[in-house]
Structure formats: C-alpha cells, structure tokens
C-alpha cells in the first residue's frame, strides 16, 4: 500500500494542515504504517464532516467520539482539550495520530496512565483533587445517561481516595495514580480501544463507551 499521500501525489493534492508522513507518525506511536495510512483516510472524512478546511473542529470530534456535535459535557470536551496539543482549539492530522495512539492496545500502560491522570486534572496542578474527581464522575455519568444519587456519587469519589491518596493529604500525586492503577487495572479500561487494530479493514464510529464502575476503584 503507498502512502496516503505519497510524493507523486502531492504535486496535485494539498496536504491537509499538520500532515506528517506515515511512516514518520508509525516511528513515533503504537500504529502501523498502513494504520496510519486508514486513519489518514478517517481523519479526511472527519475534517471535512461539518467545518470544510481539514481540521477537526470540537463538534466534529463530539460527533466521531460521542456521537453528539451540541451540548457541554466535561468528559468529552476535556478528551477534546487534551487531543489538541497546540491548543490552538482545532486538532491537525498530527495531533490527531499521537493522540489516537495512547488508546492503541498495544500503546505502553506508562502512556495510557498518564494521559487517564491528566484527565482527571482538571486544573493542571499536578494532582488529581477530589472536587476534579467529583466533577469528571458526574460528567461520565450524565455522557452515560445514568443517575447516581449524591450520596452514591460520594461513595465513588471516597472510595477512590481511599485507595489511591495512600499520604492522605486529599489529592492524589502521579505516583500515587500509578500505584493505584497498577492495583486496580481496570480504571485503565477505556483506555484501549480494540478496534484502533482493525482500521486498516473498517472505519468504525470512534465512539467512546464510558463505564461509570469502571471509575469506581472498585474490581468487579
């Protein structure tokens, strides 16, 4: 299979904002040559779906992720934030790759861990606080379409400090994350996406499933 755009072709077509060779992204993620290849082709139809100019635009993302372009939800737009590395408020075809790969199956767990512990830090302090924690279970919750009771919603967040603030100085550190993530492998569940291996056949929705218990710090 020759590149996405390979150089006889890019005499006569534009190369999309952000473009990297395939085989420069595969060196540098946890995808193939060829899967860099299919996502260029996803990525095409993606950044032409609402807005025209080769971006991915926030409600083209929501309506790939989470199957939804209106509507706030603090879940998908911090995936959003944290896609768009040059937070320029777009994602290129670069970013897109890079930021894809961390949910590859075979992306190393030391990538996954932190990408899942900035996820949770929502003020980009450095710790994971236990209101960050609150907010972003309500936000999975509501992107779910579930109801948990106040008192349901504090267990979760009280349970999971209890395990992972092992200093018990009411936030949790990256070391702590990662203690705690290595104890309770499943909070890294969704973070790998099964499908990211079969690009090169299909073009699946990339829709984001998100399991509430899987928050919980609880192994079922």
């Known amino acids: 299979m020759g590149c996405a755009l390979s150089s006889s072709s890019k005499g006569s077509r534009r190369a999309p904002p952000g473009y990297e060779e395939p085989a420069v992204l595969a060196a540098q993620t946890s995808f193939t040559v060829n899967e860099v290849e299919a996502l260029y082709e ?23 992720l989470f199957r939804t372009s209106k509507g706030a939800n603090l879940f998908a737009d911090r995936v959003f934030d944290l896609f768009d590395l040059k937070r320029n408020g777009v994602i290129d075809f670069g970013e897109f790759v890079r930021s894809l790969s961390i949910f590859h199956p075979k992306a190393p767990k030391a990538d996954k861990t932190a990408f899942a512990f900035k996820l949770y830090d929502l003020r980009g302090t450095g710790y994971i606080e236990k209101e960050e924690l609150r907010e972003m279970v309500v936000a999975l919750l509501d992107e ?14 009280d349970n999971t400090f209890g395990q ?6 009411g936030r949790i550190d990256p070391d702590e994350w990662e203690q705690f993530v290595n104890k309770y492998p499943t909070s890294l569940r969704n973070m790998s996406l099964p499908y990211l291996q079969d690009i090169t056949a299909a073009f699946p929705s990339f829709v984001m499933y998100s399991e509430v218990e899987d928050y919980s710090g609880i192994d079922k």
């Open 42 to 64: 996803l990525y095409k139809k993606l950044s032409f779906s609402i807005v025209k100019d080769g971006l991915i635009h926030k409600e083209e993302f929501l309506l790939a």
């Open 144 to 157: 779910s379409d579930l109801c948990l009771s106040d008192c349901a919603v504090e267990a979760i967040v």
């Open 164 to 169: 992972a603030d092992s200093n018990c100085d």
